[in-house]
């Protein structure tokens, strides 16, 4: 199954539609400001940040639906979580939003 995951020379829009689509849903409809703030405030202390980060990682697996490929969850979710903290830490500019977003 993961061979399958890789095999293709052509963009995989079968993977990549369903990862984009719980980016930004997780991202913008799905996060409250007050996480985004808070994680901004509290930085690592910010149980919304790993919230966040979770929930994103399970959207995505969810979405995909490759039921076999139980590391999508935990991969998504950890550089979800520290792109996310990386950004709260700088400056909050358009720059590190489209940093953000391209990660």
């Given at each position: 199954m993961l061979q399958d995951l890789f095999a293709s020379a052509g963009p995989r829009w079968d993977l990549i539609l369903p990862l984009l689509c719980a980016h930004l849903l997780a991202?913008?409809?799905l996060q409250p400001r007050?996480?985004?703030t808070d994680r901004r405030e509290r930085?690592?202390?910010s149980g919304w940040l790993y919230l966040h980060a979770g929930?994103?990682?399970a959207l995505a697996y969810?979405?995909?639906g490759i039921w076999s490929a139980w590391w999508i969850l935990p991969a998504v979710g950890i550089t979800?979580?520290?792109s996310d903290r990386i950004?709260?830490?700088g400056p909050d500019d358009l720059p590190a939003f489209l940093w953000?977003?391209?990660v």
């Open positions: 991202d913008f409809p007050r996480w985004v930085g690592w202390a929930f994103s990682g969810l979405l995909l979800h979580l520290m950004k709260a830490s953000d977003q391209s």
